[in-house]
């Protein structure tokens, strides 16, 4: 069993950067492909990114190509999405979730999920 607890969310202007971080419990972190998923009020929970259990393989939802990178260290168990030029529509709460499978767009296929982060952007 995995557990995850992201951090870094917050209040940012819009133009402005973050880097979310998802902590993973456990040794087996390096066997999971990852993914971060986002929902904002009212919307359905969608695709963010996703990363393949070595750090080779990226997907990225076309809203948030060019802006955002998804990138994994194994040796601190921790998956990261760093966000450049945030804008308005990217508020949400972000939540990571780990596969054994693939590194999937579909978040049905993960099998654990972190509690979320608030990223709020103002315009």
């Known amino acids: 069993q995995v557990q995850l607890v992201e951090s870094g969310g917050g209040l940012v202007q819009a133009g402005g950067s973050l880097r979310l971080s998802c902590t993973a419990s456990?040794?087996?972190?390096?066997?999971?492909?990852m993914g971060w998923f986002r929902q904002a009020p009212g919307k359905e929970r969608e695709f963010v990114a996703a990363?393949?259990?070595?750090?080779?393989?990226?997907y990225y939802a076309d809203t948030v190509k060019g802006r955002f990178t998804i990138s994994r260290d194994n040796a601190k168990n921790t998956v990261y999405l760093h966000m450049n030029g945030l804008k308005p529509e990217d508020t949400a709460v972000y939540c990571c979730a780990a596969d054994l499978a693939r590194p999937s767009t579909v978040s049905s296929e993960y099998d654990y999920w972190g509690q979320g982060t608030q990223v709020t952007v103002s315009s």
């Open positions: 990363i393949g259990w070595s750090g080779l393989l990226t």
């Open positions: 456990g040794r087996t972190f390096r066997s999971y492909h």
